[in-house]
């Protein structure tokens, strides 16, 4: 099992800037990822942005030039710097881990979320 805790996240104008954190611990495996998930009201819950423990990283179009994500592989903790928020933005943020053990073969968690608002 791997637990995940997530801290950041609030009200901010748009323009303004929020970092999201998530820490796992557990049975944490060499080969990972973790990422965020966002889901708006009324909306599918859509990919943010992921990085792998090797570094690769991968982001949604929406926030590209705007978003940054790391990690502190020592830590297991993964950041989201988010910058030039814009109310669109606003949403449920899920962290997401998973263990890679090979093609086809995972084991995936998600943190409890949390809110982030951007007002207009």
């Known amino acids: 099992q791997v637990q995940l805790v997530e801290s950041g996240g609030g009200l901010v104008q748009a323009g303004g800037s929020l970092r999201l954190s998530c820490a796992a611990s557990?049975?944490?495996?060499?080969?990972?990822?973790m990422g965020w998930y966002r889901q708006a009201p009324g909306k599918q819950r859509e990919l943010v942005a992921g990085i792998t423990s090797g570094g690769s990283t991968n982001y949604a179009d929406s926030v590209k030039g705007r978003f940054t994500i790391s990690r502190d592989n020592a830590k297991n903790t993964a950041y989201l710097q988010m910058n030039s928020l814009k109310p669109e933005d606003t949403a449920i943020y899920y962290c997401y881990y998973y263990n890679d053990y090979g093609p086809g073969r995972s084991s995936n968690y998600w943190g409890q979320g949390t809110q982030v608002t951007v007002s207009s």
């Open positions: 557990g049975s944490i495996f060499s080969s990972n990822a």
